[in-house]
């Protein structure tokens, strides 16, 4: 009983300790995407926050015990996939859905 | 008696499909038989065994609303005036308009006006009193711009309207109170509860109010300035309207409430001290007239005025003695106004400058002319009405009784105004009479060439002046069978009048021949004091101070919307802001309504305050942005720590959604960005910065506290034990969000699907639309 008191401990500790990590990797990429000189600095720096979401959601589901997290992790990567193209596409041409040339 | 009133309305609705004979017959020739049939009917009550009838008709009768009409003496004088001149004006209108003109609207608004009259006069309930009222300010108002095309005539019946409806609401102000005050709507059971109404808190308030109605109606002063410029209506109409009915519509009221409203120490002041300044300013002011109708309305509103002022002396003497100059008033004015129309009609201009001589072109019309005047002059001769009335003025004005202060004094100045008001009532009469009769004939100056008026146009005056030679002659045939009942019925006691032209020498003939005396002196040395009117009047006239407010209320609300209205989003939003923080914050106050409570709240944790404070950075961030695309990217960034926040929270649906919408949000603002303006730093003033951040600071410091006190004071137990219990069993799903949405409030999802439906079809419609425009 006493080793999984310990474990239960020690993984929350260890989560504690992750979230802080992450969120100070959060807070680092948001002074990038403030300040950034330019708009393809601050696209990246959103990516990356996104992913840093992803494992900070992991991380909560951990903490909080639960699977029913596990949708928003998968969710936050299509979607950011689906942003940061949409981004790109814009600061390279300009539009992001290109009307037919017919 | 509901037929009588209703006559006239219902045939008004027929003219319109009379227009097939419009070319054949004058439409006058159909109106005819209207009033004179109501005059036939009214006229066969009259006689000394008169008793008041009463009928009522259901109208709404849950509101005790109803067509309760009343006919007693009173409403029998004015019935007969209002159907008999009325019959002699259509008449006189048939041969006055031609029928090129728009005769059925003519007689449409004229029938209507007929009808409304008629209404006022026999109605007992006080709110059919006041529709029939305001009709009768309405039908005026359409009579007098009769003539649209000039802009003399939208004048007159704006200025009309205006007045007269301001003193309609005001009458229905004061009859409202009444009906709270006595808990009735009947006039007769109001006046038997005198005593209530003397006693209830409201008494001075239903004076001023129905005073003011009376006195815009009957043109007293100041509100007198509409009358003159409701010359510019046809000229039946303003010997019908402006003369005998509709200006007496005042003088019935106050007549009719004079047993309640005399209650009041104040009721001699008002009434008399305004009716015998009316009377003295309308006389005055008729002098200076150049207009043949000008002078007849000034000495209408003076007329007035000196009926008012009897009414105000308040004894039962005195009442009787307007109510004889009612009936006289009405003969001699209305013959008066013809006259005017003829003239103005056979030599094509009512200005009296060009008029003279033309005695022996119009002998008919002179003499009725002749008539009309003296009598309105009140000069000493026994086959004219109007000396009689101005004799008993004259005798009542000295036997007014004891009064104290203001009241006293105006009792003393009563008779020196009357005289003085005579004295230029004589002037102005004897200059309307021979500066257009006599004189030398300006052959130039006339449009047309005179001649005498056709016969049917002089039917009309011939009957009025008949009328005055009767009532001169044989004074006694009025007043036991008909007059006596008028004055009983305003004063509730019989008072029978002996009228007789010889008293005696006493002091009102001398008044009479010192009228008679210095008025003759008064027009032969007119030209030497006419400069007067540069002094008084001068430019002091109520007309400016009517121009003056029109024109400033324009301008002034014109102005106060500009200050507001003026196109800024921004400003609107910042007004819509400050209300609600003003709002707010003070029923905060006043209910005592902050709650702040510590006990109930949960722990924070670490992972809450990481996010919030990344939140709260990128937030700060956004603002300060001067680039578009950075601060679309750092507000996506506060998008999703919201998620997070859900997620930590548990509510992995809510999570879901708020991550997708922000997704497409992002993607949303990326479409349109092509076609936004650059976002450029503005250059705002430092107060605008400082107004702007403080709006904000404390409009959200406000919805804070707001929350927090909401937080703190829960009245009951939240109902969401109930969804987790029950969603399973009822909804049959464990996610509990979803069941919710569904099953146990399904309605709300079905109209938020509507709204996406709605706006989805909105982004196509306007896209769709500005590519056809395009295209074009």
């Known amino acids: 009983m006493e ?100 | 008696m509901l037929i009588a009133v209703f006559l006239p309305l219902i045939f008004a609705c027929l003219i319109p499909f009379l227009s097939k004979w419009k070319q054949k017959v004058h439409t006058g020739w159909f109106v005819l038989p209207i009033p004179f049939s109501i005059f036939l009917f009214l006229i066969l009550k009259v006689g000394k065994q008169f008793s008041p009838i009463s009928q009522s008709y259901n109208w709404i009768p849950s509101l005790d609303i109803n067509f309760d009409l009343y006919l007693d003496g009173l409403g029998l004088l004015f019935g007969l005036l209002i159907s008999g001149i009325g019959t002699l004006v259509v008449l006189y209108s048939i041969y006055y308009l031609h029928k090129t003109e728009q005769l059925g609207h003519f007689y449409v608004y004229l029938l209507m006006f007929m009808a409304a009259m008629l209404g006022v006069v026999f109605s007992d309930n006080v709110y059919a009193l006041y529709s029939f009222w305001e009709l009768t300010s309405f039908s005026s108002f359409l009579l007098i711009g009769y003539w649209n095309h000039r802009s003399g005539s939208r004048y007159g019946a704006l200025k009309s309207m205006l007045i007269t409806v301001f003193g309609g609401l005001s009458l229905l102000a004061g009859l409202i109170l009444l009906t709270i005050v006595t808990d009735t709507t009947s006039i007769q059971s109001m006046i038997d509860q005198k005593d209530t109404i003397m006693n209830s808190p409201y008494f001075g308030w239903i004076l001023g109010f129905v005073f003011l ?86 000495s209408t509103i003076s007329q007035l005025g000196m009926i008012m002022s009897m009414l105000g002396f308040g004894t039962d003497a005195a009442i009787f003695a307007a109510v004889f100059h009612i009936l006289n008033h009405a003969t001699f004015k209305g013959s008066l106004f013809m006259v005017a129309g003829i003239v103005d009609h056979e030599t094509g201009t009512r200005d009296i400058r060009k008029l003279g001589g033309l005695m022996t072109f119009m002998p008919i019309t002179a003499t009725l002319a002749l008539f009309g005047t003296f009598s309105m002059a009140g000069v000493p001769l026994p086959f004219l009405n109007g000396f009689y009335s101005k004799e008993m003025f004259f005798k009542y004005s000295l036997e007014l009784g004891e009064y104290s202060g203001i009241a006293q004094g105006l009792a ?100 009479s021949l010192a009228v008679v005396g210095l008025g003759t002196l008064l027009v032969l040395t007119r030209k030497r004091w006419n400069s007067i009117y540069n002094v008084i009047p001068g430019k002091l006239s109520f007309n400016r101070v ?49 709650n702040l409570d510590a006990t109930d709240l949960a722990k924070i944790r670490l992972p809450e305050l990481l996010v919030v404070g990344m939140m709260v950075l990128a937030s700060i961030a956004t603002i300060f942005t001067n680039n578009r695309i950075a601060a679309i990217l750092i507000l996506g960034v506060v998008g999703y720590g919201l998620s997070i926040l859900f997620v930590l929270y548990r509510a992995p649906d809510l999570a879901l959604t708020q991550l997708i919408i922000e997704t497409v949000t992002v993607a949303l603002f990326l479409l349109v960005f092509m076609h936004l303006p650059k976002l450029e730093k503005r250059n705002e003033s430092k107060g605008s910065i400082f107004m702007n951040a403080a709006i904000s600071i404390s409009f959200g410091g406000m919805m804070t506290l707001v929350g927090i006190s909401s937080y703190t004071s829960k009245w009951f137990d939240p109902i969401s034990d109930y969804f987790l219990e029950t969603s399973k069993s009822l909804g049959g799903g464990s996610n509990v969000v979803n069941v919710i949405l569904v099953d146990m409030r399904g309605l709300d999802t079905l109209f938020e699907i509507a709204v996406l439906g709605i706006a989805a079809l909105g982004i196509y419609g306007m896209i769709k639309l500005r590519r056809k425009k395009e295209a074009k």
């Open chain 2, 213 to 298: 109605g009376a006195f815009t109606k009957s043109a007293q002063f100041p509100f007198h300035i509409w009358l003159p410029d409701a010359m510019e209506a046809p000229t039946p109409v303003s010997a019908y309207l402006h003369s005998a009915t509709m200006v007496k519509a005042g003088i019935f009221l106050v007549a009719r409430f004079l047993p309640i409203l005399s209650l009041s120490e104040w009721f001699f002041v008002v009434v008399s001290g305004i009716g015998i300044i009316t009377l003295c300013w309308g006389s005055f002011m008729a002098v200076r007239q150049t207009d043949l109708k000008g002078i007849l309305a000034f």
């Open chain 2, 412 to 511: 003393t100045a009563i008779p020196f105004l009357a005289v003085l008001g005579s004295i230029f009532t004589f002037v102005y009469s004897m200059y309307l009479v021979f500066g257009t009769f006599r004189g030398e004939y300006k052959k130039e100056e006339l449009p047309q060439k005179p001649h005498e008026a056709p016969i049917g146009m002089l039917i009309s005056p011939i009957i009025l002046v008949i009328g005055i030679i009767v009532i001169g002659l044989f004074p006694h045939l009025v007043n036991g069978s008909f007059l006596a009942h008028a004055a009983e019925a305003i004063s509730g006691h019989e008072s029978h009048k002996h009228i007789s032209f010889w008293h005696g020498f006493v002091t009102p003939l001398f008044m």
């Open chain 1, 3 to 102: 080793t999984l008191e310990m474990t239960q401990a020690l993984l929350e500790i260890v989560t504690e300790i992750c979230i802080v990590g992450v969120s100070i990797s959060l807070f680092i990429l948001l002074y990038r995407a403030i300040k950034g000189p330019t708009n393809p600095d601050r696209a990246v720096a959103l990516d990356t926050i996104g992913i840093n979401l992803m494992g900070l959601a992991g991380l909560i589901a951990i903490y909080l015990v639960t699977t029913k997290l596990n949708d928003i992790i998968l969710l936050i990567g299509i979607l950011l996939f689906i942003g940061t193209v949409a981004i790109a596409k814009f600061l390279e041409k300009g539009v992001i859905i290109e009307r037919d040339m017919d």
């Open chain 2, 546 to 594: 009517y121009d003056w407010l029109v024109d400033r209320t324009e301008r002034f609300s014109s102005k106060i919307t500009k200050t507001y209205m003026t196109g800024s989003l921004k400003l609107y939003v910042q007004l819509i802001l400050i209300a609600i923080i003003f709002g707010t914050i003070s029923m905060i106050v006043i209910t005592n309504g902050i």
